[in-house]
């Protein structure tokens, strides 16, 4: 067998976790069905790697014995030396004799996102769906001239309001209390979108030595802010119902756990108040500080009746819910918040000194008017991305239909399983159809996801028709052999 040594082995074995037969039995299924071709050896290997690159099984981890996963799935210890053989010749295991094997990446793949930015430039006639993010309403300009009204009183003032100005903060009080979460403005600070939010939960709450547990896949801004940090991050698997996040937490008893339970960003799931309450249980058993992202919650459609925010569920001491005007109002509107108890909403003020010093009062000026009287307008985008959503599911359904997802009931993205990990290679090969998405592996660590694609349902319904013909023509290409190291734009022969 041939093992292989060196300093990167010792460097992940010495923090390794593991994964025991039972457990991956479970989890890779009826992996002898998956495909039918092939000796079985085969079979098993694509089974384990599509659980690598998915991210089930995160980077590092210790696989069983040969014999001990023989006995487990009852095939003979060849079966399983000729799998893990075949993974260590793709580079998704490094092992040792007495070792054992853990699970790598190839080079290349472990790497850090790359940082956020614009994927094309405003009105370009690209099909821009690497931001899930939709276009303002024209009404917001009319709110304006409130804000112009009250305006004066402002200039009279220096302008600065670390913790925010106090009637936007009045507003997002309100807004919590209606949901079914009594809020005083002392719970509450302003920031600069939810990106800013996020970080300065980080900052103030936690330290590079300290684990924080996040769900796979998730925001990729939030992995681009805890990656700066240092983070020490642990990374599990989403399911339905946040069980594995929840076992994560006991094994690790992690200070901060940062999640989105409200259409979820980017699969839509929506955790239900049973799964709200198991996940506020289990952070007072640990000792853990839930930040919990609610920038979708407003998008919700589909006649689903709004979930209680999750700190309503006895966790005010043990949530922290981060929300932002960017996915239910506007983007360029960077105006976001943090509801807290007391004491972190002054840490994360004070925190905030580093940063900016405090947001715009013009833009929380028109924050704190939208939320008053903005809910006919979310009615209106809800109603939109509802056809949306619709008129994407059955191009996909027409034009793709080995494509898997599950249709959410809110949020402005479908998570598609492509069936092979192909994700990195269909994107690239997208642009040259004027296409921009974000693969799967932008929303994982270390380059795992690649089975999977986010498609927003942000466009028009004739722009998404047009712009799945494109994924059609890409994915052709894709099949007949074009790789990442043809030249983007460049005719297939």
Same mark, same amino acid.
């Given at each position: 067998? *041939?093992?292989?040594?060196?300093?990167?082995?010792?460097?992940?074995?010495?923090?390794?976790?593991?994964?025991?037969?039972?457990?991956?039995?479970?989890?890779?299924?009826?992996?002898?069905?998956?495909?039918?071709?092939?000796?079985?050896?085969?079979?098993?290997?694509?089974?384990?790697?599509?659980?690598?690159?998915?991210?089930?099984?995160?980077?590092?981890?210790?696989?069983?014995?040969?014999?001990?996963?023989?006995?487990?799935?009852?095939?003979? +210890? #060849?079966?399983?030396?000729?799998?893990?053989?075949?993974?260590? *010749?793709?580079?998704?295991?490094?092992?040792?004799?007495?070792?054992?094997?853990?699970?790598?990446?190839?080079?290349? +793949?472990?790497?850090?996102?790359?940082?956020?930015?614009?994927?094309?430039?405003?009105?370009?006639?690209?099909?821009?769906?690497?931001?899930?993010?939709?276009?303002?309403?024209?009404?917001?300009?009319?709110?304006?001239?409130?804000?112009?009204?009250?305006?004066?009183?402002?200039?009279?003032?220096?302008?600065?309001?670390?913790?925010?100005?106090?009637?936007?903060?009045?507003?997002?009080?309100?807004?919590?209390?209606?949901?079914?979460?009594?809020?005083?403005?002392?719970?509450?600070?302003?920031?600069?979108?939810?990106?800013?939010?996020?970080?300065?939960?980080?900052?103030?709450?936690?330290?590079?030595?300290?684990?924080?547990?996040?769900?796979?896949?998730?925001?990729?801004?939030?992995?681009?802010?805890?990656?700066?940090?240092?983070?020490?991050?642990? *990374?599990?698997?989403?399911?339905?119902?946040?069980?594995?996040? +929840? @076992?994560?937490?006991?094994?690790?008893?992690?200070?901060?756990?940062?999640?989105?339970?409200?259409?979820?960003?980017?699969?839509?799931?929506?955790?239900?108040?049973?799964?709200?309450?198991?996940?506020? #249980?289990?952070?007072?058993?640990?000792?853990?500080?839930?930040?919990? *992202?609610?920038?979708?919650?407003?998008?919700?459609?589909?006649?689903?009746?709004?979930?209680?925010?999750?700190?309503? @569920?006895?966790?005010?001491?043990? @949530?922290?819910?981060?929300?932002?005007?960017?996915?239910?109002?506007?983007?360029?509107?960077?105006?976001?918040?943090?509801?807290?108890?007391?004491?972190?909403?002054?840490?994360?003020?004070?925190?905030?000194?580093?940063?900016?010093?405090?947001?715009?009062?013009?833009?929380?000026?028109?924050?704190?008017?939208?939320?008053?009287?903005?809910?006919?307008?979310?009615?209106?985008?809800?109603?939109?991305?509802?056809?949306?959503?619709?008129?994407?599911?059955?191009?996909?359904?027409?034009?793709?239909?080995?494509?898997?997802?599950?249709?959410?009931?809110?949020?402005?993205?479908?998570?598609?399983?492509?069936?092979?990990?192909?994700?990195?290679?269909?994107?690239? +090969?997208?642009?040259?159809?004027?296409?921009?998405?974000?693969?799967?592996?932008?929303?994982?660590?270390?380059?795992?996801?690649?089975?999977?694609?986010?498609?927003?349902?942000?466009?028009?319904?004739?722009?998404?028709?047009?712009?799945?013909?494109?994924?059609?023509?890409?994915?052709?290409?894709?099949?007949?052999?074009?790789?990442?190291?043809?030249?983007?734009?460049?005719?297939?022969?």
């Amino acid at each position: 067998m *041939d093992m292989q040594s060196g300093s990167t082995f010792d460097s992940l074995a010495s923090k390794t976790r593991s994964i025991n037969s039972y457990q991956l039995a479970k989890i890779l299924g009826d992996w002898p069905s998956v495909s039918r071709k092939g000796p079985l050896y085969a079979r098993l290997a694509l089974g384990i790697r599509s659980l690598i690159l998915d991210a089930r099984i995160p980077y590092g981890v210790r696989l069983p014995g040969e014999r001990s996963l023989a006995t487990e799935l009852h095939v003979s +210890r #060849r079966t399983v030396s000729s799998a893990y053989a075949l993974l260590r *010749d793709e580079g998704l295991l490094m092992s040792r004799r007495g070792g054992g094997s853990l699970t790598h990446l190839p080079p290349g +793949r472990s790497r850090p996102g790359a940082p956020w930015g614009p994927a094309v430039g405003q009105g370009s006639n690209w099909f821009d769906l690497a931001i899930a993010a939709i276009a303002g309403d024209p009404r917001i300009a009319l709110s304006f001239a409130k804000v112009h009204e009250v305006l004066p009183h402002y200039l009279a003032q220096h302008g600065y309001a670390p913790q925010g100005l106090l009637p936007l903060r009045e507003a997002v009080a309100e807004h919590y209390t209606r949901r079914g979460l009594a809020t005083t403005v002392e719970q509450i600070a302003i920031t600069s979108g939810a990106q800013q939010a996020i970080s300065l939960a980080v900052e103030a709450l936690s330290n590079p030595l300290e684990p924080i547990v996040i769900e796979t896949p998730t925001y990729p801004g939030a992995l681009d802010v805890l990656r700066r940090y240092r983070s020490r991050l642990i *990374d599990v698997g989403l399911d339905e119902d946040s069980e594995s996040l +929840r @076992v994560a937490m006991r094994q690790v008893l992690p200070r901060l756990v940062y999640l989105i339970a409200d259409y979820h960003n980017p699969t839509g799931r929506l955790l239900d108040t049973a799964q709200r309450e198991a996940l506020v #249980r289990a952070a007072a058993e640990c000792g853990s500080q839930l930040l919990v *992202d609610e920038s979708f919650v407003e998008l919700g459609f589909d006649g689903v009746s709004s979930v209680a925010p999750l700190a309503s @569920v006895g966790g005010e001491s043990r @949530v922290i819910s981060v929300g932002s005007m960017s996915k239910s109002y506007w983007a360029g509107l960077r105006v976001g918040w943090v509801r807290a108890d007391r004491a972190v909403i002054a840490r994360l003020v004070e925190a905030r000194a580093t940063f900016d010093m405090a947001s715009p009062i013009i833009d929380q000026l028109l924050a704190a008017e939208l939320i008053r009287t903005g809910e006919d307008m979310l009615d209106y985008r809800r109603q939109m991305l509802r056809a949306q959503r619709d008129a994407l599911v059955e191009a996909l359904h027409s034009r793709l239909p080995d494509w898997k997802f599950q249709v959410p009931s809110g949020g402005l993205s479908l998570w598609v399983n492509l069936g092979e990990p192909i994700s990195t290679v269909l994107v690239a +090969r997208a642009e040259s159809y004027r296409i921009r998405l974000a693969s799967g592996t932008r929303f994982g660590l270390s380059g795992t996801l690649e089975n999977y694609l986010r498609i927003p349902f942000t466009l028009s319904p004739p722009d998404l028709v047009v712009a799945i013909e494109g994924l059609v023509a890409a994915l052709a290409d894709v099949d007949l052999g074009w790789s990442l190291t043809a030249p983007i734009g460049e005719a297939l022969v």
